[in-house]
């Protein structure tokens, strides 16, 4: 990153991107189900209340939106907007559709 506007909203931007990765990981994870279909301990102090969200919505991307409208966790203007709903549902759903690992591996090489 050399200071200038272009390297620093570039380096901004992985930033963020980082965060959609890290907010869609942990809705995949409190789903308490892993990629084999196993459960998995979810040690979450609001665990008993995010996977039955999970579970009524099939692990689809549907998660995104209902567990978004938990204001204990998301105040209502991020969750109420467009543009962080769809990046977070389009990291959520290639993370169910790739599996972790591939989706980071892809996310590094779209990033370098």
């Known amino acids: 990153m050399d200071g200038r506007l272009p390297g620093l909203l570039a380096h901004c931007n992985v930033l963020v991107n980082i965060l959609f990765g890290l907010i869609s990981g942990w809705m995949r994870y409190v789903g308490g189900i892993d990629e084999k279909g196993l459960l998995i301990d ?15 919505c099939d692990h689809s991307s549907e998660v995104v939106s209902e567990l978004l409208k938990i204001d204990a966790i998301f105040p209502d203007d991020l969750a109420s907007n467009s543009l962080f709903v769809e990046s977070v549902t389009a990291v959520y759903q290639k993370l169910m559709e790739l599996r972790a690992r591939c989706a980071v591996v892809e996310f590094i090489k779209n990033k370098s």
């Open 42 to 56: 979810v040690v979450d102090p609001m665990a008993s209340e995010l996977r039955p969200i999970c579970d009524e």
